[in-house]
Structure formats: C-alpha cells, structure tokens
C-alpha cells in the first residue's frame, strides 16, 4: 500500500498542474489558472496580500525593523531646490526663519505623536496655530507637508506638480520659510516627514528677529552633528532648525516595495500561463474565434508597467 | 495569434489606444493619487466594455466571456487601486 501512495502522488501533482496550465479537454482546453473563477482567486489573493502588508503596522517589532521609507532627505536641499525654483520664476529667495522652523518642528511631531497625516489635527489645531506658538507674527502664511519620499528632488516635482503647492513656493507674498526634517513612525511604518511653513513677517521686531536666523553661503556650509537629549542625532544647520532623527533601525523595504512584489507575482504567474496557453492553442491548432489571451497579456503588460515605475510619495 | 491579430486590427488599434492614453494620464496627473485611481477604474471599465464589444462583433460573446472579462478586469482595477492608496 505505501508503495503504491508514493507512485500515486508525483502522478496526482502532475495531473494537477497540468490541468492548471496546460490547455486540454479536461479543462476546456483553457488554463485552468484562467478560467473566470480562477482570477476571482486571484483577486482575493491580492487583497489577501494587501491586508497582510497592512496588517503588519500591528507588529511594530515586526514592521519597524523591516518594513519602513529610508530617505536621504536634507532641510538644507529642501531650502536650496526651493529656492532655486522661485529664482527660476524670477522670484526673490526665502529666508530662514528660526521660529518658522521651530513651527514645522512643532507640526512634524505634533502628526507623529497623534499619528495623523493632514494640515489639521485630530483635535482641530491648524497649521496657523504652531505658527502663533512659535512668536511669528504674520501677514501670510503657507504650509506643505510630504512624507515617503526617497529624495528631495523627487519631493520638489511632486509639490511643483500640485498647484497649490507651487502656489505656495513660487508665491511673491512670502519672504521668509521654515522646514523640518523628521523620521519617525507614522501609522505603524517608519517614515520621514518634511514640513514646509511659509510666511510673510508683519512687524518690524520680527524682521529683525528673522534676520538675525539669516541662512548665509558660509552658515549654510556649517553642518554640525550633535547629540539631542534624548540621544538620537541631531542635525543642525547654523542659524536654522533641522532636525531628522535618524530611524530607529535601518529598514529593508518599504511597504510599496513589498506590495508590488506581491502584485507582480500574481501577475507573473497569470503572464506565464497566457502565453504558454496561447502556445499550446497555436500548437493543436485549434479553431478560436477571437483569442482573449492578447488582449488580457496588453492589458497586464501595462499595470506591470505602472508597478515597476510607480513611485511612493505623499503630499498634503 | 499573429493570425489573429491581423484579423482584429481595430479592435487591437482600439485597445492600444486606450493603453497609451491611460499610461500618460496614469503618470502625467501625479502624485494626485485620487486621480490615478480615478483613471485605474475607468480603465478597468473600458477593457470590460472593449472585450464585449470585440466578442458581440464576432458574434462569440457568451456568458464565459463575460465572466472571464469581469473577471480580468476586476484583477487589474484591484491591482491599480490598491497600489494608490
């Protein structure tokens, strides 16, 4: 008996994946990994995929030491692309603002500590209101926010991209601007948020108390690390407040990173099985009015082509 | 399937079309995910209806047919969706 079990079992696997892909009368001479009930499976597998990469949030041991956005995003590139594209519009350049800065500090680890993602907070506080706590007096004032980018030049073409976010760079009514670089855990993945503050000061006092914060060519050259008291890198900028703490643990991926390669399995095996149906189809030469494996190959060829090139990144 | 597609010309043409314009509107309305989203389901919708007319005018469609572009179509208007939230 036992040796008629084992002979059984290789037969019965291979029986069954031939009748997964391979197109023959049993299945209708259609795959059966095609079959519409079978991409219904699919389906339920990538939003089984999905959820789990979701779900991971709820494991922080799990999530915060593998899953997480690493960036090479500085304040001090944040200011100088900003700048460089106000000067392309023929716009005077933005001055650093200490108390700005101290403001998007504030915002920055306002949205980690109350794990919100949005100009307002949970309980109401806008964006003007860490404003007014950090002492700037203002005429006008503009805030954007962003968080998962992988560098500062993908960060800028997004906000430039946004028309009110370019609105709030190339703006002629602000003179002076904030920004805070901060890495931290945000709704359960590690991640790094920039928060841009913009302002227009009112009153003379506050002129001078932003002058004397000037970013100058050589200030801006004096890049101190320092250590917080809390023990976590700091990095200053002379004259300005920046201030990325390094991520707890240096992540592997991000969470898009793993969910494409979720989705690209599926459709890796969905590929797959089309073309090697559509071989089998050529080969028997058998009649088929219209063949729907093209059409579905094109179509599949082209989300794979939007996950591959699809880039994380979120604006506010 | 060279044989078919020379039989299909249009139709293809169509698909085709329809393909290139969801890609550049897909990456030109970045990072505005709600407009990509937008686009991923109208996408979604349009092969659904490209492969039921193409079936109607070939006089094949059939309930399996329609299951089988349901069933497609539903996959890559999930697969888009998700990846822009």
């Known amino acids: 008996m036992p040796r008629r079990r084992k002979r059984h079992q290789p037969a019965k696997l291979g029986s069954t994946l031939t009748h997964l892909f391979r197109p023959s009368k049993r299945n209708y001479y259609r795959s059966k990994l095609l079959h519409p009930e079978s991409i219904l499976y699919f389906c339920l597998i990538v939003l089984a995929s999905f959820s789990i990469v ?8 799990l999530s915060s030491s593998i899953l997480g956005y690493a960036s090479n995003i500085t304040a001090e590139d944040v200011l100088i692309q900003t700048n460089q594209q106000r000067v392309n519009q023929g716009l005077s350049e933005l001055k650093i603002n200490e108390k700005l800065s101290q403001a998007a500090l504030a915002k920055g680890q306002d949205m980690f500590t109350d794990q919100y993602w949005s100009h307002t907070s949970p309980d109401g506080m806008e964006p003007w209101s860490f404003i007014k706590e950090s002492g700037y007096v203002y005429k006008a004032a503009g805030e954007n926010l962003a968080r998962d980018f ?22 002629n009514k602000f003179e002076e601007i904030g920004i805070a670089v901060i890495n931290g855990n945000l709704q359960g993945f590690e991640t790094t948020l920039v928060v841009q503050m913009f302002g227009s000061p ?14 100058t060519d050589s200030a801006r050259q004096e890049v101190a690390s320092v250590k917080s008291a809390t023990d976590q890198e700091t990095q200053v900028l002379a004259g300005s407040v920046l201030l990325p703490n390094p ?59 939007i996950l591959i090139f699809f880039r994380s990144g979120l604006i506010q | 399937m060279k044989f078919n597609f020379n039989h299909h010309k ?20 970045w990072p505005n995910r709600v407009a990509q989203r937008l686009s991923s389901l109208i996408f979604a919708v349009f092969y659904f209806l490209w492969g039921i007319t193409t079936h109607i005018k070939t006089s094949r469609l059939n309930s399996k047919v329609i299951t089988e572009y349901f069933a497609v179509s539903l996959l890559i208007g999930l697969l888009l969706f998700l990846i822009t939230i």
């Open chain 2, 10 to 29: 249009l139709a293809y043409a169509v698909l085709l079309i329809g393909i290139g314009i969801f890609l550049f509107y897909f990456f030109a309305v």
């Open chain 1, 247 to 305: 991520l707890d643990n240096p992540v592997l991926l991000t969470p898009l990173h793993l969910t494409k390669a979720f989705f690209l399995a599926v459709i890796i095996l969905i590929t797959a099985t089309l073309i090697y149906d559509s071989f089998i189809v050529r080969n028997r030469q058998i009649v088929m009015a219209f063949n729907k494996n093209l059409g579905h190959l094109l179509v599949l060829g082209a989300v794979t082509f």
């Open chain 1, 54 to 61: 979701r779900a991971l949030r709820f494991f922080p041991s």
């Open chain 1, 150 to 171: 992988m560098d500062t030049t993908e960060m800028m073409e997004a906000w430039m991209k946004s028309p009110t976010h370019r609105a709030n760079i190339v703006n």
């Open chain 1, 202 to 215: 009112t009153t003379v006092a506050n002129n001078k108390a932003g002058q004397q914060q000037l970013l």
